[in-house]
């Protein structure tokens, strides 16, 4: 069975930093991109990053681009994201999604994690 | 970027209705569309990717339709499990949106 379990999220003052970790199981993790994806309090849901299945790709939406960073440890099982810089604007639940094996549809879904962003 | 736009943000419904939720794209976008379910609380579940493919597991009462801009979801005969929000998205690898979200409530 494919898991995707989320944690490091937490409250956080403006301008800080936050390290989140997604831990897969039940499916070959180094053979499968990855995303994070974020959802604002009552808000829509926001795709907020990518990395390929070698980590030699990664993408960024713009509201995040030059403060969060992807990664991932394929020997881990383990996906990250490094947040800093923090506003109040990135308090979200933050969901890893694994990328479908037929394209780049999210076809797995951790629980999420909650980031707030406050002081 | 290519907008999604999904109206309405609410759709009132009866057990046993026949739903449709429309979902456009600023510009073609092909096939390149999924469809999501989430409920208060949870993770969005994937229903439907390639348009009109329907996931492993999805009940074949959900159907996708549409091609270019313009797209649509349904549902054949409304269950109580699914009144949610769903989820439109044009899918890349290298900037995927999503539409606002249409929420199916009980009529």
């Known amino acids: 069975e494919v898991q995707l379990v989320e944690s490091g999220g937490g409250l956080v003052q403006p301008g800080g930093s936050l390290r989140l970790s997604c831990a897969a199981s039940?499916?070959?993790?180094?053979?499968?991109?990855m995303n994070w994806v974020r959802q604002a309090p009552g808000k829509g849901l926001e795709w907020v990053s990518y990395?390929?299945?070698?980590?030699?790709?990664?993408y960024y939406a713009d509201s995040v681009k030059g403060r969060f960073t992807i990664y991932r440890d394929n020997a881990k099982n383990s996906l990250y994201l490094q947040m800093n810089s923090l506003r109040a604007e990135d308090t979200a639940v933050y969901y890893c999604?694994?990328?479908?094996?037929?394209?780049?549809?999210?076809?797995?879904w951790g629980q999420g994690t909650l980031v707030t962003v406050s002081s | 970027d290519i907008q999604m736009t999904q109206s309405p943000s609410t759709l009132s419904a009866s057990v046993g209705d026949r739903v449709t939720i429309p979902c456009r794209a600023s510009?073609?976008?092909?096939?390149?569309l999924a469809w999501y379910q989430q409920k208060p609380g949870k993770a969005p579940k994937l229903l439907i990717y390639?348009?009109?493919s329907l996931d492993s597991g999805v009940p074949s009462r959900f159907s996708g339709s549409g091609s270019g801009t313009e797209f649509t979801l349904t549902i054949s005969s409304l269950q109580p499990d699914d009144f949610a929000t769903y989820y439109c998205?044009?899918?890349?690898?290298?900037?995927?949106?999503f539409g606002q979200g249409t929420k199916v409530e009980i009529k």
């Open positions: 999604a694994r990328a479908g094996g037929h394209g780049d549809y999210f076809d797995y």
């Open positions: 039940g499916f070959t993790f180094s053979s499968y991109s």
């Open positions: 990395i390929s299945s070698g980590t030699s790709t990664v």
């Open positions: 510009q073609s976008i092909s096939s390149w």
């Open positions: 390639g348009a009109s």
């Open positions: 998205q044009h899918y890349n690898r290298y900037s995927p949106t």
